[in-house]
Nanobody
Framework: QVHFEESGGDSVQSGGSLRLSCALS????????MGWYRQAPGKQRELVAD???????DYADFVKGRFTISRDKAENTVSLQMNSLKPEDTAVYYC?????????????WGQGTQVTVSS
């Protein structure tokens, strides 16, 4: 199966920055899309950003201009640079990976890393 190593979650002040990283290992031959979702208390999980094997990116509206996703194909890693963080960004952030044309719910999920932004 696919294994995830997620890191970078922390507690920061509003306006601060964090960089999340995720390294994949195991059976990853079919992986086409990697990215990040998040889930805040009392809310559904939602897309933050993802990136394909051809470097197409997709960002949620609420992070455009603040977050940047990047991928190192040789190392099978994906990172999320988060700037200008807001309290509403507080959530568990999950690294995700899936094959092409596979819906997110049928992909692979990491354990998650906590991001807390205080005012």
């Amino acid at each position: 199966q696919v294994h995830f190593e997620e890191s970078g979650g922390d507690s920061v002040q509003s306006g601060g920055s964090l960089r999340l990283s995720c390294a994949l290992s195991g059976n990853i031959a079919d992986i086409y899309i990697m990215g990040w979702y998040r889930q805040a208390p009392g809310k559904q999980r939602e897309l933050v950003a993802d990136i394909t094997a051809h470097d197409y990116v997709d960002y949620a509206d609420f992070v455009k201009g603040r977050f940047t996703i990047s991928r190192d194909k040789a190392e099978n890693t994906v990172s999320l640079q988060m700037n200008s963080l807001k309290p509403e960004d507080t959530a568990v952030y999950y690294c995700t990976a899936r094959g092409r044309y596979i819906p997110p719910d049928y992909g692979y999920w990491g354990q998650g890393t906590q991001v807390t932004v205080s005012s």
